[in-house]
């Protein structure tokens, strides 16, 4: 899999507008490099850089706003110990398997540094726009404290691959964000409470204090960057809304307060429902350690309801997936999940538009406009009609474009 020629012309176009989730009559889509220049028209007469998509719909490119690529086993607890460069190659096979299912841009939450962004972004390898973090930042066990409770050494050398960073008191809390910061970081994350993958805390555990999530929100801010929180529990997510955070991770516990919270800060909630469900299935065989899969039932059973009353009050809801190891192949899954309970349309803008707009990037992506950049995906099926096949990357895409090149 390679990104190879670059395309000017896309012609029998049949654009999908996901805001007026409308589709139209086929048309061409005119490209100068990387970016869209035109929608509409005749456009040139054929050549070696004309697609033509053969009265196909072709349709933004898709966004996964949480996904982990360093996560080359479900183990996190074992990434520390690994070669940076062995899990570097790891992830430029994973990001290029999340480019051949349709995903042109994801956000990772937690791992990934400016090393492989910048690897990315050189295309390097196959892989999408990567929007990262670096480390995320946990209390003393917390949810990215991943020594067991027999364990008191830690390496926190910024070089080691480890998912997160251990920091205490505000102080702390502040230079690990600005550590962050400095190297290009897109968002700051924080864990608001504790998790299935760490081995100490408890999923309904409140983590770092008021003071310390203030530090973190007030340097994202001072960098024009924002915090995003890992948390489950109501009393976690709208602590740390009330707080500043922007971007609220899995939800799965939240309650009525959640949803004003979300609508009054103009903050987005990202679930991650697909990873409960291949946690519980594949965890064991792909390295979760056992007290880690005895806290999946936690979690597992709540996310369709919290994401039910999301969608209800109309909170911006945006795409994630959160696999890991063996589990990736299943990310394009989360489309059928949430559509027992979301429309395809809602569907298909929290994988576009509205993750996007988390992003800070409307009108560059999750579109197909004059102006944006070129991700396009060329698709044999309607999503419209069913959001689902989108999770069928073998028969519902028949073409990936990433910045105006075609993915071969």
């Known amino acids: 899999m390679h990104l190879g020629q670059g395309i000017s012309t896309i012609i029998n176009a049949r654009v999908l507008d996901v805001d007026t989730a409308t589709i139209s009559e086929p048309t061409t889509v005119t490209i100068n490099g990387e970016q869209i220049i035109e929608v509409g028209g005749s456009g040139p007469p054929s050549g070696s850089d004309c697609f033509d998509a053969e009265g196909r719909i072709v349709s933004p490119g898709l966004i996964d706003a949480h996904v982990h690529v360093l996560a080359a086993t479900a183990n996190l607890g074992n990434l520390g110990d690994q070669s940076p460069y062995y899990l570097g190659a790891q992830a430029a096979r ?203 039932d936690d979690v597992l059973y709540a996310g369709l309801d919290a994401l039910k009353l999301a969608t209800e009050h109309n909170v911006k809801i945006a795409y994630g997936s959160d696999l890991l190891g063996g589990m990736h192949p299943h990310q394009g899954q989360e489309f059928a999940i949430r559509a027992k309970v979301q429309t395809s349309h809602q569907v298909l803008r929290s994988a576009t538009t509205t993750a996007a707009e988390l992003l800070r990037q409307e009108g560059n992506l999750g579109v197909v406009a004059a102006g944006a950049s070129a991700d396009l995906l060329v698709l044999d099926a309607n999503p419209l009609d069913d959001v689902s096949v989108l999770g069928e990357a073998d028969s519902s895409i028949h073409s990936v474009i990433k910045g105006g090149r075609l993915l071969e």
């Open 94 to 296: 994973l990001m290029g398997d999340m480019l051949g299912r349709g995903f042109t841009t994801v956000r990772d939450a937690g791992g990934a540094d400016f090393g492989i962004a910048a690897a990315a972004r050189e295309n390097l390898f196959p892989a999408p726009r990567l929007f990262f973090g670096g480390k995320a930042l946990s209390q003393t066990g917390g949810h990215a404290d991943m020594r067991g409770p027999g364990t008191h050494v830690m390496d926190k050398h910024l070089c080691c691959p480890n998912i997160g960073i251990v920091c205490d008191g505000a102080d702390a809390v502040r230079k690990a964000a600005r550590e962050n910061l400095r190297t290009g970081a897109d968002h700051v994350k924080i864990m608001l409470s504790g998790g299935v993958a760490s081995p100490t805390d408890r999923v309904d555990s409140t983590q770092f204090s008021d003071d310390e999530i203030r530090a973190a929100v007030e340097e994202a801010e001072a960098a024009n960057r924002y915090v995003l929180g890992h948390a489950y529990t109501a009393k976690s997510v709208n602590r740390g809304l009330e707080l500043g955070v922007r971007s609220i991770e899995h939800g799965n516990l939240i309650d009525l307060r959640s949803v004003e919270l979300l609508l009054e800060k103009n903050a987005f909630l990202v679930p991650t429902l697909v990873t409960y469900e291949r946690l519980k299935q594949d965890g064991a065989a792909f390295g979760l350690p056992e007290a880690s899969q005895n806290k999946v």
